[in-house]
């Protein structure tokens, strides 16, 4: 699905739509208890879409936010709908793997790192791949094994708020996952897993069921939104419909 870039702050940011589609069986629920006590209107599916968001700045150096969910052989595969088309998007908005300077990873979940490294080998070569240290360190061997060790010297872990470009920040937003990171470009945020439904937005606290630690989650997202909506500022999200979302 094609969805249309906006400007802030003097960088582009596309949306890449990595994939569209139902969540598949193996970690299906109902909305009810994916997003306990949040307001579900009907119908009750949860059509999720895979954005990752390429960035461009005036001189045209690139940072690439989530690697989405991969190959067909991805550990996605079990519930998302792999193959995903992010490389077809890249080319979309003129970007080859090999231009990519900075790669930020949100997360290590198969949706968003799956995509890094394909087939032993990593996708973007010359580009640094930024991780927040708190989650390589919380990170399972299956997933060092298959993303962050074939990376090798690409991996540039930091701890907290670091610059990836003049202007391009990464923030530590725990909850999610233990070293969780959101990218913040003006006033644009893109959120990763910090939020995952519209439910969210409409209470914060509502939690999702595949946090690893709901109650910090659920913290992380009332601090973030209440920020970006003081400033009147815009989320990017990785699983809505529409990519942006101004809040007011
Ligand atoms: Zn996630
Ligand atoms: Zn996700």
Partial sequence: MLHQSITVAGVEV????????????????PMSQMFPGGRHGEPDEWIMHF??????????????????????DSPAASWAPVPGA??????RVG?????VDAVVITHLHS???SGAVVAGSPVFGNARHVLQRAEI??????????????????????????????????????GHTPGHQVVQVGDLV????????PVQLED??????????????????????????????TIGTAHFAEPFTRLV
Avoid at 14 to 26: E, N, S, T
Avoid at 51 to 67: E, K, M, Q
Avoid at 86 to 91: G, Y
């Fill in 14 to 29: 596309f949306p890449l739509c990595d994939a569209v589609g139902p969540m598949g069986d193996a970690i299906r629920r």
């Fill in 51 to 72: 954005h990752c968001y390429l960035l461009r700045d005036a001189s045209g150096r690139t940072v690439l936010v989530d690697t989405g969910i991969g190959p067909r």
């Fill in 86 to 91: 992010l490389d077809a998007e890249l080319a």
């Fill in 95 to 99: 970007t080859a793997p090999g231009e």
């Fill in 111 to 113: 949706d968003h790192a």
């Fill in 137 to 174: 360190d919380a990170a399972d061997e299956a997933v060092l094994d298959r993303v962050v060790r074939p990376l090798g010297e690409r991996v540039h872990a930091v701890d907290g708020g670091a610059e990836v470009l003049p202007g391009v920040r990464v923030l530590l937003t725990p």
């Fill in 190 to 197: 893109l959120t990763g897993d910090v939020v995952l439904h």
């Fill in 204 to 233: 914060p606290r509502v939690p999702y069921l595949y946090d690893a630690d709901p109650e910090l989650a659920a913290a992380t997202r009332v601090e973030l939104l209440d920020r970006v909506r003081a400033e009147g500022g």
